[in-house]
């Protein structure tokens, strides 16, 4: 058993800190928000994520995890120390390295000698070399070790990881994550710190770019009478490709997709790399964005301006409450900009405690968003919208469409309620035909 502190007590932190003290470790997590904390040492969870309020107030009643804002006491007495502080994107798109800067002071003061330094945080490649620099204690091992979780299935991907890259420069560090991470089973990448860095920004990035590829895809499919979705499971097939994150959307988003494509080209601009793959990659996914408001517009029967939008979602995805660059949350802005009228409703958006820019109308029901819409906007793929009594909903609407940019609602079903289907990346001709009858 190792006696650990991880530093930063938000989703990664969070996560980390619950798994290892599940994994039979002691561990504190300190973190500089002294609101979170004591919510945290009351077992109070503000992160959606399944199962790991559970675990966090299981482990806290084991005394395996505690929580605290005070970084002497603890690091002082600790094996190793975790960074898992936030990392956010500056207005030129590079990445923010105070929170993990600010750190530097308490751990050259308190680690004691042949202690480690395991970096999880997302961080610019060539960051552990100057952190180590800085730091000025060569008796101290920094480890890179990014985290590849994702929200909503914290829990089961760190404890299930598809591998665990461990960027250092001592072999003596593999040895020790391998029994810090002792009941973990995945292939181990050992590298040099830079390359552990850029793995985890080339990863996001290329997620980035088969889901756009997706998306410019769904576009040409509706152009040329093709359906997306068996163009998807055609390529899908082929081991090569993978029939993974190629779901045509609204674009992606949410905490760490865009902050690190942008992080990305921040890095290459500082060298002389040819970036105009990723400068597409972003352009093209803020015109996905964009399209979408397009197609609402081509849908309706009247003027952008003045008409009734129902947004069903606007969490960045499904399971989780997070709003950070939401494509959903940007699309309902884009559309009331346009002035439109916008009522939106999201299952894990508390309506009366949520402020939003722009001029949206939040819900507490999908029945009250829909009421009186002209068209209904499905931007997050919350599985519950497939099953809402489409029925009753058609029958307070005005108008008859239903925009679905996630694909999981059942034509069938709404076609039965009296309402035409819209999905992306299929030929549709239904609302045409209908108008002109
Ligand atoms: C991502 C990475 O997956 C994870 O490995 C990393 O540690 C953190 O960033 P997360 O931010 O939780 O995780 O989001 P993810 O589930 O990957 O989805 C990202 C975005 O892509 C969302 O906006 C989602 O809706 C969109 N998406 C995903 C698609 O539009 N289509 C897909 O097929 C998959």
């Not at 204690?137 to 929200?151: G, K, Q, T, Y």
């Not at 576009?219 to 055609?234: F, K, M, S």
Request: charged share 20%; net charge negative; hydrophobic share 40%.
């Amino acid at each position: 058993m190792e006696t650990v502190t991880v530093l930063g007590a938000g989703y990664v932190g969070l996560t980390t800190a619950a798994c290892l003290a599940h994994l039979g470790h002691r561990v504190h997590a300190i973190d500089a928000d002294a609101a979170r904390v004591h919510r945290l040492q009351a077992g109070e969870i503000d992160l959606l994520e399944p199962g790991l309020p559970e675990m966090v107030r299981a482990h806290q009643q084991t005394g395996h995890l505690s929580f605290s804002t005070d970084p002497g006491s603890r690091i002082g007495g600790s094996d190793a120390v975790l960074l898992c502080l936030p990392t956010p994107a500056r207005v030129d798109g590079s990445a923010d390295l105070a929170a993990v800067r600010s750190w530097l002071p308490h751990l050259r003061r308190h680690l004691s000698p042949g202690r480690r330094i395991i970096l999880k945080s997302t961080v610019p490649p060539g960051t552990q070399r100057q952190l180590v620099t800085v730091l000025d204690r060569p008796d101290i091992a920094m480890i890179s070790n990014p985290e590849f979780l994702r929200e909503g299935h914290a829990i089961h991907d760190w404890l299930n990881p598809d591998r665990i890259v461990i960027g250092a420069d001592e072999p003596e560090s593999t040895r020790y994550l391998s029994s810090l991470y002792t009941s973990l089973d995945a292939p181990v990448v050992e590298t040099d710190p830079t390359s552990a860095e850029l793995i985890k920004y080339a990863a996001n990035t290329f997620l980035a770019l088969k889901i756009t590829y997706a998306n410019t895809l769904a576009e040409l499919c509706e152009h040329i009478g093709a359906n997306i979705t068996d163009v998807r499971t055609g390529i899908g097939h082929d081991p090569r490709i993978g029939n993974t994150y190629l779901d045509a959307g609204p674009g992606w988003g949410g905490p760490c997709l865009p902050k690190d494509v942008r992080a990305l080209v921040s890095t290459g601009t500082r060298t002389t790399t040819d970036l105009g793959l990723l400068h597409a990659l972003l352009e093209t996914n803020a015109y996905h964005q964009r399209r979408i408001v397009t197609l609402v517009e081509q849908l309706l029967p009247r003027p952008l301006t003045g008409a009734r939008v129902a947004v069903l979602g606007l969490a960045f995805k499904a399971a989780t409450n997070d709003l950070r660059d939401s494509p959903a949350l940007h699309i309902a802005n884009l559309l009331a900009a346009r002035r439109a009228h916008v009522t939106a409703y999201d299952p894990a958006i508390d309506a009366s405690a949520t402020p939003t820019a722009g001029q949206l109308t939040l819900t507490e029901s999908a029945t009250a968003a829909v009421a009186g819409a002209d068209v209904v906007l499905v931007l997050t793929e919350w599985p519950e919208f497939a099953e809402l009594p489409w029925h009753h909903l058609a029958r307070d609407m005005r108008g008859d469409v239903v925009l679905d940019t996630r694909g999981k609602l059942d034509r069938t079903l709404l076609r039965g309620a009296g309402l035409h289907l819209r999905t992306l990346g299929e030929p549709f001709s239904e609302i045409a035909a209908a108008r002109t009858a």
